[in-house]
């Protein structure tokens, strides 16, 4: 059984940075694209970004493009999400997904989400 578990959510002032790790016990972690969604309070779920098994291709919603890098250290079972010149609209639960393949869809497994508060 895959176990997903978020980390590294809080309150951020706008304009700073943030880094979520997840980590996926029990999977053949390379083998498989991992992605992160959010949902916004009162909103539905949000794509934020994808990797593939090896790391060479990364994906990103327009929103989040050039400001959010997805990385992962397959050694380590871990995906990270570097979020920085953050918004208060990146105000969300922040969710992890595990792919059931090395394609970006569909989800296998999902966390239990980390929240993310961007607030002066």
């Known amino acids: 059984e895959v176990q997903v578990v978020e980390s590294g959510g809080g309150l951020v002032q706008p304009g700073g940075s943030l880094r979520l790790s997840c980590t996926a016990s029990?999977?053949?972690?390379?083998?498989?694209?991992m992605t992160w969604v959010r949902q916004a309070p009162g909103k539905g779920l949000e794509w934020v970004s994808s990797?593939?098994?090896?790391?060479?291709?990364?994906e990103y919603a327009g929103s989040v493009k050039g400001r959010f890098t997805i990385s992962r250290d397959n050694a380590k079972n871990m995906l990270y999400l570097h979020m920085s010149r953050l918004d208060p609209e990146d105000t969300a639960v922040y969710y992890c997904?595990?792919?059931?393949?090395?394609?970006?869809?569909?989800?296998?497994?999902w966390g239990q989400g980390t929240q993310v508060t961007v607030d002066s």
């Open positions: 997904a595990h792919g059931i393949s090395n394609y970006y869809r569909p989800f296998g497994y």
């Open positions: 990797i593939t098994g090896g790391g060479g291709s990364t």
């Open positions: 029990g999977s053949t972690f390379s083998r498989h694209a």
